[in-house]
């Protein structure tokens, strides 16, 4: 039976303090200093002001910061808790639980990225600010998905966090031979092609969001199907 709607906004704050862990202005904190830091220093290096394709970088760290320890630390939070057999014991929400949280994790993501996507927009660069947060979504939730299923395989919260930044870092090295591939995970849309090259972007850049939306669907589901065997977790 799905809870009334009255009790919605109660259950989305329930749900993010169990996703932050009560760290929530933690990591709010972490990801605008690391934000300010890398604007900071290419403000420093550079002579011109950055455009739409240097500021999607800047955005993309502080995302991807924010998910990291939330996908990691969530199962095991629950474990430590034991609450793992309670949450699959009630009925009809052996899902759900974990799909809305991971939700609220995106939903807060995408809040926290409009508003330092707001402060570029007028501080600056020129960009539609729910363009830029729409494209930074398909990485920040793929790795969000991939660090749920990370966790269900090593059921430590120090294992799946480990995992994602090795996971992080090797895409990022990949990142600049993968310049432009639809198969780039950090693929960015917004750098600047002549009209040839834009539109063989426009279709990669088709493709590419289509992959990652697909890994995150496959990557949320493999995790829930193993957290079918929860004697495992408990």
């Given at each position: ?19 932050f ?21 290419h403000?420093?290096e ?62 807060a ?42 966790a269900?395989?090593?059921r ?8 994602l ?70």
């Open positions: 039976m799905t809870p009334p709607l009255g009790s919605a906004p109660a259950f989305l704050r329930y749900s993010a303090r169990q996703v862990a009560g760290r929530f202005a933690w990591f709010l904190g972490l990801a605008v200093a690391l934000f300010l830091l890398i604007a900071v220093i403000t420093a550079e002579k011109v002001p950055p455009g739409p394709d240097v500021v999607y970088y800047f955005l993309l760290v502080p995302g991807v910061v924010l998910v990291i320890y939330p996908s990691a630390y969530a199962l095991q939070s629950e474990v430590d808790a034991g609450m793992v057999e309670t949450l699959f014991g009630i009925p009809d929400y052996r899902y759900k639980v974990w799909l809305a949280r991971h939700a609220v994790l995106l939903l993501a995408a809040a926290v990225l409009s508003g330092l996507a707001l402060f570029c927009r007028f501080a600056l660069a020129d960009f539609a600010v729910h363009e830029m947060v729409f494209h930074l979504l398909f990485p920040v939730a793929f790795l969000a998905g991939a660090g749920f299923l990370a269900t395989f090593t430590s919260g120090n294992g799946a966090a480990a995992v930044v090795l996971l992080v870092l090797a895409l990022w090295i990949t990142a600049q031979p993968l310049e432009g591939s639809r198969w780039n995970v950090f693929y960015n849309p917004f750098d600047l092609l002549d009209e040839v090259e834009g539109l063989v972007r426009s279709g990669n850049t088709f493709h590419n969001r289509a992959y990652l939306l697909a890994g995150s669907v496959l990557a949320v589901l493999g995790g829930l199907l193993r957290l079918q065997r929860r004697e495992r977790f408990v």
